[in-house]
Each structure stands twice: as C-alpha cells, then as structure tokens.
C-alpha cells in the first residue's frame, strides 16, 4: 500500500546496507559466515527488504526473535537459513520443520519439549544450542558449579531424538563498551564459552558445525570472538559509535517536513506545559512528527533537527503528532521544505544520547504510520506503508 501523503517518511538506503556488509564480509574475512539479525522488523528498517538484500549479497545466516518474525520472511520469499533467538511455544514445532527454520534451545525442558514435538511430527528440528556465559537471560547455566552439570546436559539435548544440532552460540552484555571491567568480563565470557565447547565435543567426540558469538561489539573489537559465524546487528545498519569507528553508513534517514510557519511575540507560550517560552520574536515552523511517529517526549526541548540551513532546535513540549522547530535563524527555511530527523546528516547516535538511550530504540520505535521508501542503486524502488486498509 502506498502512502499518499508527504508528511513523515523513512528512507531506507539499501545501497548503504551493501556497503556495510561489505565493508564487515571483508573485516571477518570469507571463511566466517555472516549471519544478519532482522529481528524486529530489522531494527524498523523492514525486515523482508533488509533480507532479501542480505540474500542477494550472499549472506549465510538471518536471525529474528519469534516465529512470526521468521514465518514472515519465508512468505516474503527468503529462503536462506533463519534461526530463531527467542522461544517457541511446542506446539509449533511442526511448523517450524516445514518452514526450515532453526530454533535456540536456552534450557533442558525446552530440548525436551522439543524433542517430544518433532518426533510427533515425524520430522527433525535443526537447533542452535545457547550457553549462558555472563549475560544471564537465556541459555544454559554454566558457570562454575553448574559446568558439568550444564555441559551434560547439553550433550544430551544434542543426542535427543529428534533434533539436529548443529550450532552453540552465547551472547556478550558488554562487548561494545570499552573500559578496562568490560573488556575482561568479555574476554571471561569468551573463554567459558570456549571451554565449554570443548567440553561438549570432546564428550560427544564430534564437533559443532557452526559456533557463535560475535554480536556487533565482538565484530568490531574482539576478531578472536569471530569462530564460524558473526552475529551482527546495529552495525549493519550504520547506527551507533562502533558503526561511525568503522566508517559505515546509516541505513535509515528519517525525514519529515515544515508543514506550517508562524511568528510569535516575545513572551509566547509554546505548547503543552508551557515549557518553552519565546525570548524574542521567533519564526516558529511546525512538523509532522511526533510521540506517536516514534520521536521521544523526553527530548522535549533538548535535541534539533536538521534544515538544508542548518541545525534548528526542538522547541516545547512534542506532541502526539507534531512538534515544533525554531527557524528563527534560519530565514531561508520555508514551508513545505524537508527536515532530517536523523540518518545522513544529523547521526541517530545524537538523539540516543540526548535521550539517554541507544540507537537501537530509536529506529525501533518509528512507528507503522511512518512510510518507508526502499532506495537501491541510488532509485526509489519500493515504498511500503504498515498500516491496515
Ligand atoms: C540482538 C542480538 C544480536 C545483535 O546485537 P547487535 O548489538 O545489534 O549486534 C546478536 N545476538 C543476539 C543473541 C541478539 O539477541
């Protein structure tokens, strides 16, 4: 469905997507699969988009947290292995056979459940056994007095009718921090996770096809972290300091544009609270973006958006549907003119920090009503709105 408004719109650069795979295929080198985690409709890129670029540029591996974000891709036509992170309900086992999707196993009653399932179906899950090594969510407990028991354990999930298992992976909580503390909590995780391999493949005396755990901070700071496959997320999508280290591009700009303009005497309240008071007579312009597109109501007042003039600031409460920007100084703004939100010109990184949050929750949050426009070899190729007609 297209949008038929030019109101708030997300552009999705596919080419810079390319590039950032690149860029990372070449920093992991071609022996290590590249696994992309598209989960949560690929951090609120599209998911089916962002994969079938992946695919098509030879990508081995996708990620997501729920069936239905898997069962999603396969109806949009990916067909590259996708393993699930999250849990599955049992009774969906059946359908995750079908769908040749592979499912984390996080604890024995889950290998259990599992394994009872596929059997009743009459087919063989593929799984990806998760260790637990520091992150403390999900995975297997095996940390000093639960070692042996958690190794057995897993050794006999791997031997459950049933299943294949032909992955083990952990996740790092700290790897893309770089203090001193975090960088030996990773090393420590690292190294468990590693004596537990060998642990469980010595017991089994067969090794695991693909073992796991570089997230974004591993593929940019700890290349001994690489193993079989690379497990990367934010950084493909350009957002974020490591991204910026690495020189990588951001994939979403977020734009919007000046849909009024109206001059105000000094000593004007501006919006809900009153928060925001005119010094002077200001050029107030306001835009199509609110709460409920994605922004943050704590940036109230504290972040700018950016004008082809210039960087104009957020002023008053944000509403629902709109804000307000002060053009002030920026004459040559006009209405109808676009304003980056964030992306190209103005990093995501900088309204993250102002909110004190990360990338992540940013373009998460833009929101269905929001139009993404799909760019490939610098042309306009699809534009998708979530919304139900
Ligand atoms: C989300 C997630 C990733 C990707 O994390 P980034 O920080 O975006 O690279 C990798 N592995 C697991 C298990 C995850 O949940």
Redesign the pocket.
């Known amino acids: 469905m297209e949008s038929t408004l030019r109101r708030t719109w997300a552009e999705i650069d596919l080419d810079a997507l390319a590039y950032n795979y690149r860029a990372l295929r070449q920093r992991v080198g071609a022996d290590v699969k590249f696994l992309g985690?598209v989960?949560a409709d690929a951090?609120g890129h599209g998911a089916v988009q962002v994969s079938r670029t992946l695919q098509e540029l030879g990508a081995d591996y996708l990620?997501v947290?729920s069936i239905d974000e898997a069962a999603e891709l396969r109806s949009g036509g990916i067909t590259m292995p996708i393993l699930i992170?999250g849990h599955t309900p049992g009774e969906q086992v059946g359908r995750l056979i079908d769908l040749h999707i592979t499912q984390a196993v996080t604890c024995q009653a889950k290998a259990l459940e599992y394994s009872r399932e596929a059997v009743r179906h009459g087919g063989e899950l593929t799984v990806h056994i998760k260790v637990d090594t520091g992150m403390s969510r999900l995975g297997y407990l095996v940390d000093e007095k639960h070692f042996d028991t958690g190794t057995a354990d897993i050794c006999a999930a791997c031997d459950l009718p049933g299943l294949r298992a032909e992955g083990i992976?952990t996740?790092f909580s700290v790897s893309?921090e770089p203090d001193a503390d975090s960088r030996a909590y990773t090393e420590k995780q690292l190294a468990l996770f590693r004596r537990v391999i060998a642990a469980v493949e010595e017991k089994r005396g067969q090794r695991f096809a693909i073992r796991h755990c570089a997230?974004?901070?591993g593929?940019a700071c700890y290349p001994e972290t690489y193993m079989d496959m690379v497990?990367?997320?934010?950084?493909l999508y350009g957002c974020g300091a490591l991204a910026e280290g690495l020189g990588l591009r951001p994939v979403m700009t977020l734009k919007t544009t000046v849909s009024t303009i109206k001059t105000y005497e000094p000593g004007t309240d501006i919006s809900y609270g009153r928060l925001f008071t005119t010094p002077r007579v200001t050029r107030m312009g306001v835009v199509p973006y609110g709460y409920a597109d994605g922004f943050f109501r704590c940036l109230s007042d504290r972040c700018a958006l950016m004008t082809a003039a210039g960087a104009a600031p957020q002023r008053g409460r944000i509403c629902m549907d709109m804000c307000m920007i002060d053009l002030t100084d920026l004459p040559s703004v006009q209405v109808g003119d676009e304003v980056e939100i964030f992306g190209r010109n103005q990093r995501v990184d900088v309204l993250a920090d102002a909110a004190g949050t990360i990338p992540?929750e940013l373009t998460c949050a833009v929101s269905r009503r929001v139009p993404r426009i799909y760019y490939k070899n610098g042309q306009e190729t699809e534009k998708e709105l979530l919304l139900r007609f």
């Open positions: 985690v989960k951090y990620a947290s992170l992976f996740h893309d997230n974004s901070g593929v497990r990367p997320g934010i950084l992540y």
